[in-house]
């Protein structure tokens, strides 16, 4: 299990549905062998200044022998997305005054 913490207010978890989080995310990370071969990840998102409840994902990985390693980095990562960032909605104007 690897639990992660300290973000920094004002990112995204992903871009494509433009979920948010705070300062207060923590995200849980467990893995299990299912099988030889078979894995699962599951991923437990624990923001209570952005969502009501925590919530897990569960993405499942399958070994495939003799193939080439598939390396994964957040390095760069803003330039990589850089296409896809969501800006704010703008502030709401005021309500009109009621006489």
């Known amino acids: 299990m690897v639990t992660t913490a300290g973000f920094r207010d004002g990112g995204w978890l992903d871009t494509q549905r433009a979920r948010p989080h705070s300062d207060a ?8 062998r ?4 078979r894995m699962d990840m599951a991923i437990t998102i624990d923001d209570p200044k952005a969502f009501e409840k925590p919530w897990t994902v569960t993405v499942p990985f399958k070994l495939i022998p003799d193939s080439e390693l598939l390396e994964g ?9 850089e296409h896809r960032r969501v800006d704010p909605a703008p502030p709401e104007p005021p309500s009109p005054r009621t006489p």
Do not use: M, P, Q
């Not at 995310?25 to 299990?32: A, D, G, I, W, Y």
């Not at 980095?73 to 997305?81: A, G, L, Q, V």
């Open 25 to 32: 995310l923590r995200v849980t990370e467990r893995l299990r």
């Open 34 to 37: 299912r099988s030889i071969g």
């Open 73 to 81: 980095s957040c390095e760069n990562h803003d330039k990589t997305i």
